[in-house]
């Protein structure tokens, strides 16, 4: 499986940014997908999941101001980001589970800066 994430950027403070992934390969073996992140100088942290059912999950420094979503289940999700902070600029990764193993795409970088 190939995860392919991209819409990172420079965006001002209180703006808004939509991220994509699209994996490509052996998607039907995919179960739960989500978005991590990682700002410089700090450990690769979570910010949201979905299932393959649809449900979600999002930590609490992203609830009320982010959107995860999986349209149809398939092998695309997206982040919907709103009321960017600063504190928000970090490379963003998307990640599919499939069994015991998790894979990773390679990262789209977010900015929050005026």
């Known amino acids: 499986v190939q995860l392919q994430a991209s819409g990172g950027g420079l965006v001002q403070p209180g703006g808004s940014l939509r991220l994509s992934c699209v994996a490509s390969?052996?998607?039907?073996?995919?179960?739960?997908m989500g978005w991590y992140r990682q700002a410089s100088g700090k450990q690769r942290e979570l910010v949201a999941t979905i299932t393959s059912g649809g449900a979600t999950y999002y930590v609490d420094f992203v609830k009320g101001r982010s959107t995860i979503s999986r349209p149809n289940a398939k092998n695309t999700i997206y982040l919907q980001m709103n009321s960017l902070k600063p504190e928000d600029t970090a490379v963003y990764y998307c990640?599919?589970?499939?069994?015991?193993?998790?894979?990773w795409g390679q990262g789209t970088l977010v900015t929050v800066s005026s």
């Open positions: 990640q599919a589970e499939i069994g015991a193993l998790d894979y």
């Open positions: 390969g052996s998607t039907f073996s995919i179960k739960d």
